[in-house]
DNA sequence: GGCTTTTATGTTGCTAAATTTCATAAATCG
DNA sequence: CGATTTATGAAATTTAGCAACATAAAAGCC
């Protein structure tokens, strides 16, 4: 099944143009993925309120080959995409309703749009070169690049690499000048004109660093370095409107560190393992918690 | 199904373990997982040379309800772990194709699946209470939450409030000391045990603050907290398998931040643009720019 | 507005899939 | 070496999914 979109993008996009029992469903199926993605397909007609068929419809015009396949998907989806809350859902009142449409909806559509525009080849060379590099230097400055900076020096130093983040500007600039052609800098910008970015990106390229820009494409910063992945953020003059870019960052940032994970190979394991250890000690003795908290 | 370890390794101790059918079927089933995730039990059978029954009963024996549900966790680890449990590895497009999808469908139904499930009247609390005092604490340690502190932080001082965030356990019991009444500490951990964290929303409250906690139902965190928003991480023994809780869990701040503005009011917008213009003298003077970078 | 055509949805019954029951073969044990 | 347990398969039963047909709603059209 050549998928251009996520599952829960396709049935959310039914949810809002299908046909009337179409809604229904689509909208029972969001509010209940983990349900639907077990219950059999009498159950999923009864509670949406429509009949089977419409279901197994449901199922094709999404492009799955039926309710089965439909279901796999979902579960696929599931797997990743985890169950962090409890089950609270009474239905909202219209004021909420609308927050989280602009959160939730702005965070999908820029991850969506990020992943029909991403350039894989360059996510590639930049694991490829993270992953035989002897440091890596992580620059952002600003609250979003700057997290964004520190979020990769998190992902990274878990594969067992040599990491360090920045966001100030004198150990941006101080770090950089210390760089080897065996550095591999990685710069995030969302306007791409931090100055201390773009001048410790000119400095450890001087000294033979490779460098990467997470950047608007022909800014500053994107002429300055050897590597560009593009990333540009879409205007949009609401002010109150939080600022989905972000989601699209981390994504990016998640794909850099997947994609070195794989490049560096099974090792890793070792490395991930020790730190679950190591912190099951800190705190409650449980194996199970999350890396790093 | 009480899963302590995951399905795979499960398979394959029955291909050691158990009996002569059974270890036919389990290295079958082995050697071609994405065929038997999707195949008819009765494929399944014929082609490890067993009967129908044994593997259903090999389901069962592996702590599933059935045939079904053992696909059902075939699938969720195939999406996971498709990348190295493949026996033939995968071309570089494919491979690429595969933690795209990854990658970007778990972000996606994780933000989904937090749309559908999220306590809005929680949030709406916490922004009441945000709003009107005087300072706010964020909390967090460990790489995670300790990011999400800052993005929080990020996000309401731009709203003109007196935030500061924390990720330094000394730093954050200091400032918890001398917290007040009007204080808002806001503390995030995925475990809900970090210490620091746990002692430094006692240590508020006991001064009279209003405390909240972004954490795992039921922890000594969640427990110590006043207003909880549930957030668990289920426990996946995968380590390969990128964390889509990040997005949530940064989907949560923005909430909170969008609904705390908006409890505020327009005089936000103040902020915002003072925010904006102090930026363009630094940055190109594009006003469409982001705030922050 | 009333007619036809198209589209959407539901009802019924059939087919295939999964599972239970029961029978038989193999292994284990005294 | 028979008795008893365990492993496995065949047949029957139940259940799920689906196709074909039927009906209702909507969209055109005169």
Known sequence: ??????????????????????RRLASMILSDLAYVSKATIADIASRAGVSEPTVTRFARALGCEGIRDFKYHLAQALA???????????????????????????AMTAIERLRSSVGMETIGLIADHISTARS??????????SIMAMELHNRLFRLGLSVL???????????ASVA???????????????????DSVRISRHYGAKTVA??????????EAEILLPFSVPEDS?????????????AIVDLIAMTTAEAIGPSVLEGLRRIKHSLSAVNVNDPRLPLGD
Chains 1, 2 share one sequence.
């Open 180 to 198: 080897t052609p065996e550095t591999v800098v990685i710069a995030f910008s969302i306007s791409g004109y931090s100055p201390s970015v773009v």
């Open 1 to 22: 099944m050549k998928a251009t979109q996520d599952i829960i993008t396709r049935v959310r996009r039914w949810a809002e143009d299908g046909s009337k029992a179409e």
């Open 80 to 106: 990743v995409g985890g169950n962090y809350l409890n089950p609270a859902p009474l239905q909202r009142e219209e004021r909420e309703e609308r927050v989280l449409a602009a959160v939730c909806g702005g």
């Open 165 to 175: 983040s920045h966001s100030d500007g004198q150990m941006q600039r101080m770090t």
């Open 238 to 250: 609401n002010l109150y409107k939080p600022n989905s870019a972000r989601y699209a960052m981390m």
């Open 214 to 223: 997470v950047t608007a494409p022909g800014s500053a910063l994107a002429r």
């Open 136 to 145: 890596v230097l992580s620059y952002g400055s600003g609250g979003n690049s």
